[in-house]
């Protein structure tokens, strides 16, 4: 499996998680309101300290974004282009947004695929404070309120990332975790999972970088950077399936169901998982 020397120390937990009971909610995105804002508001309203977020066939204008992009010299491994902001309409088709904490107020983390008004299909990571909301929309949140998620320094990526932090809370329905970078992200599922009894699970949102992208059917992106968001994913009976959008050093989209133990971490990835009954 591919790997990456990050630039600071291994941390030696490989995998953050916490369990908590996830609320779903339905909310509109007001026309005229920051992408941020738009999607941060009903939350914190809500009492959710974490979350994630999933949309579609949204109109965005003005629209920023950056892509993955080489690092400028050893103090990252990977980073991002410059920021980009095609003329006109902006039409998501699909994103995932973690919910989070940034200095002390509401931040998404947003990972997206959308058709630019030349027509092009792209991706990448939505600078959601330079994005509005051209249209109103809704959106599908499923929410934590014991479960934290705040930007911390991380040495390991030299990057700061969004990081859970709570108090467990056992046999609840949900999970929120954090992948760091060279674990293969369907085994850190299938880890999460075992690790609190669980067999059968649906995600919900969740984002990330790779390293790269193998799917099953032999296909696979090269780029030793890549944004992804998961399009659909589960576990049954412990063991781990999913299908990702992905996004290349050139804004270009990827999709596919991954191939097990060929899909490493880059820098983070972010995962929320919903119990099914009957799954614990």
């Known amino acids: 499996m591919r790997t990456l020397v990050q630039p600071g120390p291994v941390h030696p937990r490989r995998i953050d998680w916490f369990r908590g ?13 920051t992408l941020n804002d738009a999607l ?14 999933v949309f579609s066939d949204v109109a965005l204008h003005p629209f920023r ?10 103090s990252h491994v990977a980073y991002f282009t410059a920021p980009r902001a095609p003329e006109g309409v902006t039409r998501i088709e699909r994103a995932n947004t973690t919910f989070g904490w940034a200095d002390g107020k509401p931040f998404v983390h947003c990972h997206a695929v959308w058709i630019e008004p030349d027509g092009h299909r792209r991706g990448g990571h939505i600078l959601p404070r330079d994005t509005i909301v051209a249209e109103a929309a809704e959106a599908m949140a499923w929410g934590f309120e014991r479960i934290r ?7 390991e990526t030299n990057f700061s990332l969004f990081q859970p ?6 046999d609840a329905g949900g999970i929120v975790a954090r992948v760091k970078p060279n674990e293969d992200i369907i085994t850190a599922v299938e880890t999460v999972c075992r690790d609190n009894g669980i067999g059968d699970a649906i ?11 193998r799917f099953s059917g032999g296909d696979g992106v090269n780029d030793h950077a890549t944004e992804v968001l ?5 576990v049954r009976e412990g063991r781990a399936a999913l299908e990702l959008l992905v996004v290349d050093m050139q804004g270009e ?6 191939e097990r133990g060929q899909n490493p971490v880059c820098i983070t990835f972010d995962v929320v998982l919903e119990v099914l009954a009957g799954g614990t």
């Open 149 to 155: 998620i705040e930007v911390a320094a991380d040495p």
């Open 65 to 74: 974004y950056v892509m993955p992009g080489p690092a400028d010299d050893a």
């Open 40 to 53: 941060t508001g009903p939350l914190v309203e809500a009492g959710f300290q974490s979350g994630t977020v």
């Open 21 to 33: 009971e996830p609320r779903k909610m339905r909310f509109v995105l007001p026309a005229g309101a």
């Open 253 to 258: 989209v990827h999709e596919g169901w991954l």
């Open 203 to 213: 995600t919900r949102g969740s984002l990330g970088s790779l390293i790269g992208a």
């Open 230 to 234: 998961v399009r659909q994913g589960w």
């Open 165 to 170: 932090s709570g108090l467990s809370v056992p």
